[in-house]
């Protein structure tokens, strides 16, 4: 049984990009384990756009992570040691965790994930752990899309994109993702089967959307906000819904990101914008499991991990999202043993 | 049957406030009727704040007034002479018209009045008409209110907010409405049953809404925009809705309203946005009829018009509303004998 770990503690919030200093990496005993509580091993750390919203002291959808506080995230470990009843040594446990490559938990906030036939660890937990899950309900819950419409999806090759885009080409919809550069572009025209890309590093996301989409945009399932958000928007057809999932853009400013709200345009269309947290589905994953764990069976979904090594530089890799560094959903290995 | 009558046409469009010469009003001989058409008398014509959005050729959710042709309204009147199957003469209809006081129709966007037992035309056409089921749907099926929830609503002493405010107080909705001017805050209070007001010409509205909504706001039915919009969105619930009706504050605006679109707190709190136009619900009117009219018979509806006769001071008339010059549901009153 581990009885150090490394671990990443959250010391001064950031004030735009996270900066050296803003978390320190340190090395600590664990205390023996209580009545109720299990050590977990953490195999996986899922980097995603909404950590950055948890360092912030700025209105977010749950506390943030207090100063001095292990940096939360989402985790998939595997039990080393547990005094709690039903909790077995070797399981595999996903949910809530922390930067580190251990924790001690009463397992509030986790799940026993059982790997569905065929998938690695990486792929279930990346995939399904979070992204798959938002994709779907904000998809098919508020985007509600019907066979011939339009949908866009900005962020079109990260983690939650490329699932709305596939689950956009199941239910019909004629979709065109909006992505950073050539590579990502082909990848989810070529490999993910969608109608189109724009490359917004290199192409005016207007002018694009005009011609891709003629006759607007049903569907607009948003990550990014600013001026990719607004060109999409002022493109939206009549009665258009708009899951508003994420407004990576922004995170990092040090001023609350805004613009206007093309309000006029959103009475005059009859659109509907609706934000949603994927914490409000947790009731329904199962839902979401089993379509997404189907159609990957199938063919029909494919997901690709941004694998990184390092515990060490899991702060590095988590700024790279910031930027459209990563393709695919972003991952730590904190263990060479991950998939054993 | 009359050969001759007074019409309002639109010369040109308005750049801010309508002004003397955007609209001309002129005496004109009426054709011989065709078959398949009768002559209506127009009694009533109802003024609204989307009258000036039709004389725009900014994106609209109809198309624009043309120039030359008479002016859009709804209004009411009574048939004189027909050669319309299944048309009699003396019969009331109302429905799509125009700033005139007769108008000759093939029936196309009216519909036949059977006035409610106990109700004048005025109060019938005046609340029925549009406002009344604007505010049922608007507030019912967007707006979604639970007893115990706070819901605010601007342009509260209006023709639709005023009917909003009552609904929300008979499905148990602790009702705050936005209204200029003590005498309006009074009626709303004191005459309607709101639990309270707010007199945004002489009150800060924020902080009136923080005293007033210390545990915000769970539905804001919005109709003005700008700083009374930002105000109540600030300080809305998680999982608030907002059915944006309208946004007043704009339509004499030269450039298009616009202002933050507080998108980061939309997504935190998982807010919902909608549009509406009451035209989309036409086909479910008697279903908001029947429930309006019950209301009113049983005294939980109370609605106020506005009534200011004089086919020829209309435009004036009509420009009061976009200053708050109206006290209830703006009607002018073309004819004097439009009760009988």
Same sequence: chains 1, 2.
Avoid at 192 to 207: P, R, T
Wanted: aromatic residues 8%; charged residues 25%; negative net charge.
């Amino acid at each position: 049984m581990a009885t150090e770990r490394q671990v990443w503690r959250l010391r001064r919030r950031p004030v735009g990009e996270i900066r050296d200093g803003d978390l320190t990496f340190e090395r600590e005993a664990l205390p023996d384990l209580a009545e109720g509580q299990f050590l977990l091993k953490i195999l996986y750390i899922s980097l995603d756009p909404t950590n950055r919203i948890w360092m912030s002291d700025a209105e977010g959808y749950m506390p943030p992570v207090g100063l001095g506080e292990p940096m939360r995230a989402l985790v998939a470990g595997r039990v080393v040691a547990s005094r709690k009843p039903g909790v077995a040594e070797g399981e595999i446990y996903s949910g809530l965790g922390v930067f580190a490559d251990a924790m001690i938990t009463d397992g509030q906030g986790l799940n026993r994930l059982d790997l569905p036939k065929g998938l690695s660890l990486a792929t279930a937990f990346g995939a399904l752990g979070m992204v798959g899950p938002t994709a779907y309900f904000g998809l098919l819950d508020i985007g509600r899309p019907k066979a011939g419409e339009t949908l866009v999806v900005s962020a079109a090759s990260g983690g939650v994109g490329q699932v709305v885009g596939q689950i956009g080409k199941i239910k019909g919809c004629r979709v065109i993702g909006i992505a950073g550069g050539p590579e990502k572009c082909r990848y989810i025209v070529d490999e993910l089967g969608f109608d189109a890309a724009i490359d917004y590093k290199n192409e005016d996301v207007g002018a694009r959307l005009d011609e891709l989409a003629p006759n607007g945009i049903d569907i607009n399932f948003e990550q990014v906000g600013g001026e990719i958000m607004q060109a999409v928007v002022a493109r939206m057809s009549r009665f258009g819904r708009m899951p508003l999932c994420g407004l990576i853009s922004g995170y990092n400013d040090v001023q609350p990101a805004d613009w206007p709200g093309q309000w006029a345009l959103v009475l005059m269309r009859r659109l509907t914008i609706q934000g949603f947290i994927i914490l409000d589905y947790f009731d329904r994953y199962p839902e979401a499991i089993r379509d997404l764990v189907g159609w990957m069976a199938e063919g029909k979904l494919k997901t690709r991990q941004d694998v990184r090594d390092g515990l060490d530089r899991a702060v590095e890799h988590l700024n790279s999202l910031y930027t459209g560094g990563n393709f695919g959903k972003l991952l730590v290995r904190v263990s060479p043993d991950a998939e054993g």
